[in-house]
């Protein structure tokens, strides 16, 4: 139990181009997701934290028109690189709590690998 | 299939106790292993782990690899309350990330 998926795996785009990244809980209701990125040879850099049918909360530094993150349902979380470039390069990787845990348990999805050229 | 485990899945300790977890990891074109501090929001990086054999420390934590036999162990000695927490190991790869399922340590004072 507690799968987490992302979609695309990968996606190679132009400069300039918007690229969507679904995060889905594929057996369970996440009431919180998470956005990460991580550079190569980097740790996990925390982006933002997206509840269901609010407004997401964006860390210090991560750009919200640029990045703009949609939690639309219990099981679907979206994020959106706008206007995309080379920079943006990175692994994007997605984790989801379940609803309802006393402790913080975070399920990971398998990264969404984005390249623009 | 790209995969990453680890155990024990869950460890109760009193302070003072050593506690070693353990990650096993099958990553296709790995590059790096990670271990994190899971407690509240996003988990804290502790160690990242490239080559085999070399021992990272921090305090009370230590780690290494042995891409041999492609695992990694994560040592805590005298342990405190303050350590109790998930920690989750991570295989990196070119093309992947593979995260484990996390080994939930609990320290009773």
């Known amino acids: 139990g507690a799968v987490v998926s992302q979609h695309p795996s990968r996606v190679i785009c132009k400069s300039g181009t918007s690229v969507k990244i679904e995060c889905r809980s594929l057996d369970f209701q996440a009431t919180t997701m998470f956005w990460y990125r991580q550079f190569p040879k980097q740790s996990l850099m925390l982006m933002a934290t997206s509840n269901e049918g609010s407004k997401a909360t964006y860390e210090q530094g991560v750009e919200k028109d640029k990045f703009l993150i949609n939690h639309a349902s219990l099981t679907l979380s979206t994020l959106t690189v706008t206007s995309a470039h080379p920079e943006d390069s990175s692994f994007y990787i997605c984790?989801?709590?379940?609803?309802?845990?006393?402790?913080?348990?975070?399920?990971f999805g398998p990264g969404t690998r984005l390249t623009v050229l | 299939e790209d995969k990453v485990v680890q155990s024990p899945l869950s460890l109760v300790v009193h302070e003072g106790d050593t506690v070693t977890l353990n990650c096993s990891y099958e990553?296709?074109?790995?590059?790096?292993l990670l271990w994190y501090k899971q407690e509240k929001k996003a988990p804290t990086f502790l160690f990242m782990l490239?080559?085999?054999?070399i021992e990272k420390k921090s305090g009370r934590l230590s780690s290494i690899l042995d891409k041999k036999e492609l695992s990694s162990i994560l040592n805590i000695t005298a342990t405190q309350t303050g350590d109790s927490a998930i920690y989750l190991c991570e295989g990196g790869g070119s093309e992947k990330l593979v995260f484990g399922k996390g080994t939930k340590l609990t320290v009773n004072p």
């Open positions: 984790s989801a709590k379940r609803g309802g845990q006393a402790y913080n348990e975070q399920f």
């Open positions: 490239t080559s085999s054999g």
């Open positions: 990553v296709t074109n790995f590059r790096s």
